[in-house]
């Protein structure tokens, strides 16, 4: 299977702040990678797929980038509505598999 | 508006089974890849178990292969998840989420979900 390692863990965020999320797989996944959103009690959202294509609906400073094992999502300004735990997940290889998270809280 | 709404869940004892049932709509069901992600307490997301379009192909994550089976039935736009064997390390909330592919070459994303039914395996 392959490994995807979120870093970092968790963070802690001003309004306002950029914050950047990294993922990286054990082995290439290609641009095979998507990101997800999610809030305490509730279903995950679907933000970005194929490494940087922005699902509709998803707020603009939401951006991705990266391939083959190495990936980056990037809010440009944190906003209240940003706190949240967000997972990447790879659709290269069937035995998908998902990030262990990084939990995005308030400074 | 898609809408997916999951039921079946509940406590059930180590070596029970359970069936869990995913009603769809909103869309065209027929059309689209289907899939099952659980979340233990507290814990991250875990791909189950997908299913094509027609049926015929599934797959599973290792740790539930040859316990759990997917089936589906377009005519009534539901997707099922049947689980024997269970065990502890199978409690969780379960997700059934639509599995799109934007791209038309294999980005397999889950576009939408269920709000979860939940499955305690304890005895």
């Known amino acids: 299977d392959i490994q995807l390692t979120q870093s970092p863990s968790s963070l802690s965020a001003s309004v306002g702040d950029r914050v950047t999320i990294t993922c990286r797989a054990s082995?290439?996944?290609?641009?095979?990678l998507n990101w997800y959103q999610q809030k305490p009690g509730k279903a995950p959202n679907l933000l970005i797929y194929?490494?940087?294509s922005l699902q509709s609906g998803v707020p603009s400073r939401f951006s991705g980038s990266g391939s083959e094992t190495d990936f980056t999502l990037t809010i440009s300004s944190l906003q209240p509505d940003d706190f949240a735990t967000y997972y990447c997940?790879?659709?290269?290889?069937?035995?998908?598999?998902f990030g262990q998270g990084t939990k995005v809280d308030i400074k | 508006e898609v809408h997916l709404v999951e039921s079946g869940g509940g406590l059930v004892q180590p070596g029970g089974s359970l069936r869990l049932s995913c009603a769809a709509s909103?869309?065209?069901?027929?059309?689209?890849?289907m899939s099952w992600v659980r979340q233990a307490p507290g814990k991250g997301l875990e791909w189950v178990a997908s299913?094509?379009?027609?049926?015929?192909?599934?797959y599973f994550v290792g740790s539930v292969e040859g316990r759990f089976t997917i089936s589906r039935d377009n005519a009534k736009n539901s997707l099922d998840l049947q689980m024997n064997s269970l065990r502890a390390e199978d409690t969780a909330l379960y997700y059934c989420?639509?599995?799109?592919?934007?791209?038309?070459?294999?980005?397999?994303?889950?576009?939408?979900w269920g709000q979860g039914t939940l499955v305690t395996v304890s005895s």
């Open positions: 989420a639509r599995t799109h592919d934007p791209r038309g070459w294999g980005i397999r994303t889950f576009d939408y």
């Open positions: 909103g869309f065209t069901f027929s059309s689209y890849w």
């Open positions: 299913i094509k379009q027609d049926g015929s192909e599934k």
């Open positions: 082995q290439s996944v290609s641009v095979f």
């Open positions: 194929a490494a940087s």
């Open positions: 997940q790879q659709s290269y290889i069937t035995s998908w598999t």
